[in-house]
Every structure is written in C-alpha cells, then in structure tokens.
C-alpha cells in the first residue's frame, strides 16, 4: 500500500515544523509548503534529505500546484503573532481569506481531508469564560487584531462551506497560545519575549498592569491533539489548549524564577483590544478525541528553556 500523503501548509512556521516530524514520524510522506515570511528553513533543516520530506517555497494566496494523490492538507499558513499580523495586515488577511481558498480547492480537486488552524481570537475579547466552541465571539472587526481574527473567522466560514455545498472533509483546530521550541526571539509573543529578556538580564515588559489573562499549551500536547482531530470523524471546531490559566504579571514572575534571572519588570502601554481573559473549555476536546493536556506550565518551560538558552547564546 503507498504511503499517505500530507501537504502543510506554513510547514517552516513553529508549529508547521512540529507537524511535519510528527506526521513523517506516522509515516506519512510530507509536502511542507511555504513562503518563508515568518517562518525559517532553518526549522526544518533537520528534514532535508528524507526521502518522505520535501519543501516547495510557494505564497499559498496564489494557485497551489502538487503533483500526485493528497491525503490531508493541514492548512497552518499565516502569520500568528500580533507584531506580525500588525506589520503584514494585508497578507494576513489575504492568506486567511484567499490562502484558505486556495488550498480547500486544492482538497476538491484531490479529494483530500482538510483540516484548518484557527485560533482562539475568533473569540476576541470574549464576553464568556472559559470559552466554549458554541460561543461566537466577541471581535473588533476594524480593529488592528481584526485583520487577524477576522481572516480566521472568514477561513473557518469557508471551511463549513466546502463541507456544506462540496461535501469536502473539514476539520477546525481553535488553537489556544502554544510555545515550545522553535520560536523566533523576536515574534513579539509573551513566551519568547520574556524568555529573552531573563536571559539577557533585561527587564521583563509587561503590558498594561499584567492583570490581562493567557493559558499556554505546551507544543508537544497541541500536536497530539491535532493529530487526534485529523484522524477524527469531527467536522465541527475543536478548542485545543491547556485549561490552566495564569495572568501575565504572574507568567512573567514564573518565568524570571526559572531562568534564574536578576532582571525586574516593567510596564508599558497595553496594546489595543488586548484580550482580558482567555481560557479554553476542553471538554469538547476530551469528549470527541479523548484528549487532555499532558505537560502542566512549569514542566513545558522547563523543556523549553534550553532551546531559547542556546538561541539566546547564539545571538550574543
Ligand atoms: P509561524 O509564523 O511560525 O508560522 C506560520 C508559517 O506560515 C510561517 O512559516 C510563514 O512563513 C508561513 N506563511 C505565512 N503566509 C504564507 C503564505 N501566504 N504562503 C505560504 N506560507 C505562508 O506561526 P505559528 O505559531 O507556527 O502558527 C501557525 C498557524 O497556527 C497559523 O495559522 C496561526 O494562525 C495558527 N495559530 C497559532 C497559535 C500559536 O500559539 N502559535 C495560536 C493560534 C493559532
Ligand atoms: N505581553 C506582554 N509583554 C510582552 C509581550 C506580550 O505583557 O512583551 C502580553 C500581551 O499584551 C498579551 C499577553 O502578553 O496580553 C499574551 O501576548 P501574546 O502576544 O503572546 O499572545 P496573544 O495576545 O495573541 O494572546
């Protein structure tokens, strides 16, 4: 029997990259499809050469081209931290409206599964907590995190409707903040940002007074989830991430304790339609995949220390 077959889309991105070795690691021959403007070859360097592994360098807001049978097309490609979305607006909600489009094409056209990378900003600043998957959000459309939220939302309409009309097999990820190895220092998020300035011995920037809420999914854990959703017979979304929720002021404090660092805090303006609170309910997850978290905070950055230490070393 010949091997199945994965294209992913955004595949040199962070979370790109852990799914190409996951699904190679499941034996499946994997497409990584990527312009590079957030991502780095560099995270998927280790890849080169696998048989079952190749890269196409390609804006996927432009006609997709593969050769062969597709199986599944995990569709990761955008970028995803606020100082990215803010300085590619356009593109952002390009490659969510048209990226999405172009790819679910791509599933009509092989008959492949489909399966998206949202996010937990289709919830905005949300009005409920935790967040269920039957809550519909509360967004800002014209402001500077709509270009974001709102391309998502669009990909997820999009997806139902190619389900709905074209019968294509879709599956949703709502996708709660993950960290782990192979972030950019620089991507502006709360993990990399601070991870950075404790190795440096900088002060840690916290915005607005901290009190602001995040709950953070260690990548190992994520991965498994979607993988689980991408075997799934489960069309509607699926929230994915770690219930334990922590403010900032807090996240910041734990993580100057495990570097070990002398540097303090201190606070800046917090940025526009920052969400107060978020916190996923996962017990759509539990029920439907059977899946739970399995790394608590502590041992998440613990594992992930090394990686922003030799990052850090490197960049001196
Ligand atoms: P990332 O920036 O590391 O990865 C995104 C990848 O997409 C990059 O490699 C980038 O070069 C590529 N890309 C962007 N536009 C493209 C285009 N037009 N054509 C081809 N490739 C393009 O970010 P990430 O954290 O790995 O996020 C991956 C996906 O997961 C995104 O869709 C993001 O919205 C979603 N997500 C991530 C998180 C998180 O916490 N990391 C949370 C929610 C949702
Ligand atoms: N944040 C912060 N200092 C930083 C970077 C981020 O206080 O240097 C805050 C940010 O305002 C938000 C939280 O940390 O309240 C999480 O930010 P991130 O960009 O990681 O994710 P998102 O806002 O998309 O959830």
């Known amino acids: 029997m010949s091997k199945k077959r994965v294209l992913i889309t955004g595949g040199a991105g962070f979370l790109g990259s852990h799914l190409c070795d996951r699904y190679l690691n499941e034996g499946y021959e994997v497409i990584c499809m990527d312009n590079l403007i957030t991502g780095s070859a560099r995270n998927i360097e280790h890849l080169f050469g696998i048989e079952d592994f190749s890269f196409i360098k390609h804006d996927v807001t432009n006609f997709i081209h593969v050769n062969g049978d597709l199986d599944l097309i995990l569709h990761f490609a955008s970028p995803a931290s606020p100082i990215d979305y803010l300085e590619m607006p356009i593109q952002t909600l390009k490659v969510g409206s048209l990226g999405t489009h172009k790819a679910l094409g791509l599933a009509k056209a092989k008959n492949a599964r489909f399966l998206l990378a949202s996010t937990s900003e289709v919830y905005g600043d949300p009005l409920t907590h935790p967040q269920k998957e039957d809550y519909w959000g509360n967004v800002n459309p014209i402001g500077f995190r709509g270009v974001y939220d709102e391309a998502k939302r669009f990909a997820e309409a999009m997806a139902m409707a190619y389900h709905r009309y074209h019968g294509i097999e879709t599956r949703i990820v709502r996708i ?66 770690n219930p334990q929720e922590v403010t900032i ?56 220390l090394d990686y922003f230490k030799q990052q850090v070393s490197q960049s001196d």
């Open 249 to 304: 002021l807090e996240f910041a404090k734990e993580i100057i304790e495990l570097t070990g660092s002398k540097s303090g805090i201190i606070f800046e303006d917090l940025p526009k339609d920052d969400p107060q609170v978020r916190q996923p309910d996962i017990s759509r997850a539990k029920k439907v995949l059977d899946w739970e978290p399995k790394y608590d905070r502590k041992e998440g950055l613990k594992k992930t």
């Open 176 to 241: 709660f903040n993950t960290y782990g190895t192979r972030m950019r220092l620089e991507d502006g998020r709360a993990l990399p940002t601070f991870m950075t300035q404790a190795l440096q011995g900088k002060d840690l920037t916290v915005y607005g007074d901290g009190s602001q809420t995040r709950s953070f999914t260690y990548v190992d854990d994520l991965v498994e989830g979607i993988f689980r959703l991408s075997q799934s017979d489960f069309v509607e979304p699926v929230n994915i991430g």
